[in-house]
């Protein structure tokens, strides 16, 4: 696949996240946390295991920044703390992505599983796996709103290619901070 492809689903990500990040701040707190039978138990859990999971491979790609050690880690207890990381990585996951020649995409990318077991995998695959994986959690998350609100935000990446505007989500956290 082309690094435009790849791109694209990048910024999808952020945009996609932007808008479930959004609507996810307009909850009561105890609604964040709320155990409602979804994988990772709530819409806390599940957006925190995207963010875990990017954090991973952004390790096994790079090879720099902070990754847990447990696909279950619970790394923010609050869904603010968890947008203002989510920024920061959607940042890095497009940095890195940008940062690949083409020729990369088709070579393959060694790397350590969490049990420390050796992979090596073409580096397109791993990416495309990297979608995905965000793809169907976000839906997780999505049905999660859905249950909370009856009104979820629209993810549908139709809707990213054709324009749909995504929320300024820095800009939505201070002005919550600010009050």
């Not at 952004?58 to 920044?65: A, E, P």
Request: glycine share 8%.
């Amino acid at each position: 696949m082309a690094p435009t492809h790849f791109a694209q689903f990048a910024a999808y990500n952020r945009w996609a996240n932007a808008r479930l990040y959004a609507a996810a701040l307009e909850l009561p707190g105890e609604f964040t946390g709320r155990q409602i039978g979804v994988f990772f138990g709530s819409l806390l859990g599940t957006l925190n295991h995207l963010l875990t999971t990017d954090q991973i491979w952004l390790r096994r790609l790079t090879g720099q920044g902070d990754a847990p050690e447990r696909l279950d880690a619970a790394l923010y207890g609050n869904i603010t703390d968890l947008a203002k990381a989510r920024i920061d990585v959607d940042a890095r996951i497009i940095a890195t992505v940008a940062s690949f020649a083409p020729s990369a995409l088709a070579a393959p990318h060694r790397y350590c599983t969490l049990a420390g077991q050796p992979q090596e995998q073409v580096l397109g695959d791993i990416l495309t796996h990297l979608f995905n994986h965000q793809t169907h959690h976000r839906g997780q998350a999505h049905a999660c709103l859905s249950i909370l609100t009856g009104e979820p935000p629209v993810l549908d990446l139709l809707a990213f290619q054709r324009g749909a505007p995504a929320p300024d989500l820095a800009e939505r956290l201070r002005r919550n901070r600010d009050g």
